[in-house]
């Protein structure tokens, strides 16, 4: 951790300084962060380049819950062969979170030694092993190995949505990062979705093996696409210190990139060392961090209680209380999954920049990041909380599947919706250089009731009624959105009472009036 310093003093020392001249982009509003005058520099790469780079990251994270969530169709025909329950095949999934949980602490640190180009490729390969080992276990007697296989499926995985967030904020600026994290948070999310469609229609036709192959296929279009055209982004500026150049030729960089013939990231002493292995676990206490986390663990968390009894009581017989769905119907079911998803994919793209940006400007032009959240008033505090109340009452009263579809496509919005301003928010509220810490320890926060809820969600509705579990939900979806409302409020004070004092974007004057704004964002 660096010594506390103000950003907005820095700043304000930049800008009258008559030696500096400060970058703008063509609607006048400021760079941040200012770009050098190398072409090689990520923030001076062509628009082609950084879109394929953004590709890539966001096509790697589409594959980490398509990978880890594989089997939710598949939970039937895999109980026949294991003799088990539905409910205890669910169990894999809970393991492949598991994964995701505990890979961030792993990659973190070795992103920062090998570079996040090289943990992409080499994570992807893991993972493609993870699933042919998921694919080979056939056996009647393999049902605890396929469990542990997704364990490391997801562990393999989870490099992807650890270190995208880092990419981000190193090929674009502050002004464009609401769109792109938009765009990534959507693949991170829709993998989730994808899963269940593709599921449902390789286990009605083919054997369930086939679940876990076309991810095989996928990490190997992914593992060539990173060989031919990701890049290392870190890139010397003030506060990250002396960085290797890679080298000029196509072949040597590669190599270097991925075959570690020449280093790619700073040497750091030990003690640095230790302080990135350790920054996760001080970020996770930091208040600004609790109050988020909270918030992800209690929206994503509903989001896979959702899931779990819909991969069930969909295919239920009818007489069991369920739709007696097939697994192809059920997999056409999942499309309100995508439509969800798409509409607030769209919501983001409109609002993620423009929203925040035009508060900056009606309030002086000086940024503080808690302007993102204001883009959460609709999916998080209106449409989840209808959500889980409407999918609980549909299941309770077996009400029609339009019904419990409309229920479907509210939350999968609201938690598509609400993710990107969260996940862009805590990263500026402690600052970009330390992502990939950050990044590890909201997926910490965001994954660990996923893990838990499987275990007690069925007893808890046993108990209480499915009714009134889902309705407890929706409570505690609004309580959620209480703690986002302190943060928009108080979130400058809050964040000055962290553990972790890094310079932010915070306090920079970013843009002159409401019109440049505007403009800009269009």
């Known amino acids: 951790?660096?010594?506390?310093?103000?950003?907005?003093?820095?700043?304000?020392?930049?800008?009258?300084?008559?030696?500096?001249?400060?970058?703008?982009?063509?609607?006048?509003?400021?760079?941040?962060?200012?770009?050098?005058?190398?072409?090689?520099?990520?923030?001076?790469?062509?628009?082609?380049?950084?879109?394929?780079?953004?590709?890539?990251?966001?096509?790697?994270a589409f594959s980490v819950l398509m990978s880890c969530l594989a089997n939710t169709s598949g939970f039937f025909p895999q109980g026949l062969l294991y003799n088990k329950a539905p409910v205890e095949i669910s169990?894999?999934?809970?393991?492949?979170v598991a994964g995701l949980v505990v890979g961030p602490l792993v990659w973190t640190p070795i992103g920062t030694r090998f570079g996040k180009a090289a943990v992409f490729f080499w994570s992807i390969l893991l993972a493609m092993c993870s699933n042919i080992w998921s694919a080979c276990m056939t056996k009647p007697d393999q049902y605890e190995v396929f469990v542990?296989?997704?364990l490391f499926a997801g562990l393999f995985g989870s490099a992807a949505i650890t270190l995208g967030g880092n990419f981000i904020v190193e090929v674009f600026f502050l002004h464009d990062r609401g769109k792109c994290f938009a765009i990534y948070t959507f693949c991170i999310l829709i993998g989730g979705a994808s899963s269940s469609t593709f599921s449902g229609y390789i286990v009605q036709d083919v054997g369930w093996p086939v679940q876990f192959w076309y991810n095989?296929?996928?990490?190997?279009?992914?593992?060539?696409?990173?060989?031919?055209?990701?890049?290392?982004?870190?890139?010397?500026r003030a506060d990250t210190g002396s960085v290797p150049l890679a080298p000029a030729g196509f072949v040597q960089r590669k190599l270097a990139t991925y075959a570690f013939t020449k280093r790619l990231t700073p040497q750091k002493p030990r003690h640095e060392v230790i302080q990135s292995i350790t920054l996760p676990f001080i970020i996770f206490f930091c208040p600004i961090t609790i109050l988020i986390g909270i918030t992800f663990m209690i929206f994503y968390g509903w989001g896979i209680a959702m899931n779990t009894f819909l991969s069930i009581f969909l295919q239920d017989p009818i007489d069991e209380g369920g739709y007696g769905f097939s697994p192809e119907r059920n997999a056409s079911f999942t499309f309100t999954f995508w439509v969800g998803a798409l509409v607030a994919q769209l919501y983001g793209i409109l609002l993620g920049d423009r929203l925040p940006l035009a508060i900056c400007a009606r309030r002086g032009g000086v940024w503080k990041p808690e302007y993102r959240l204001h883009s959460l008033w609709i999916p998080l505090l209106i449409c989840l909380p209808i959500s889980t109340g409407l999918f609980g009452g549909s299941l309770y009263h077996h009400w029609s599947y339009m019904v419990l579809a409309l229920a479907v496509f509210l939350g999968n919005f609201g938690a598509v919706a609400s993710f990107p301003p969260l996940l862009n928010y805590i990263i500026e509220a402690f600052s970009p250089k330390i992502a990939n810490e950050v990044?590890?320890?909201?997926?910490?926060?965001?994954?660990?009731?996923?893990?838990?809820?499987?275990?007690?969600?069925?007893?808890?509705?046993?108990?209480?009624?499915i009714n009134w579990a889902f309705g407890m939900m929706s409570f505690f979806t609004i309580f959620a959105f209480g703690l986002v409302g302190v943060v928009m409020i108080w979130g400058s004070k809050i964040r000055a009472m962290s553990f972790v004092h890094v310079k932010s974007e915070a306090g920079m004057h970013i843009v002159d009036d409401e019109t440049d704004t505007k403009e800009a964002s269009v």
């Open 1 to 60: 951790m660096q010594e506390k310093d103000s950003q907005s003093e820095h700043v304000e020392e930049m800008m009258h300084s008559p030696t500096i001249h400060m970058k703008h982009n063509a609607k006048g509003i400021l760079l941040v962060p200012q770009p050098s005058e190398d072409p090689r520099d990520p923030l001076n790469w062509s628009t082609v380049k950084k879109a394929t780079t953004l590709a890539i990251v966001c096509l790697s």
């Open 148 to 150: 542990v296989s997704r």
């Open 91 to 96: 169990y894999s999934v809970s393991a492949a």
């Open 216 to 236: 095989v296929g996928f990490e190997a279009f992914l593992a060539i696409l990173c060989l031919l055209f990701l890049d290392e982004t870190l890139w010397h």
């Open 439 to 465: 990044s590890a320890t909201v997926n910490f926060y965001r994954s660990v009731l996923s893990i838990a809820i499987t275990f007690f969600l069925f007893p808890w509705a046993d108990k209480v009624g």
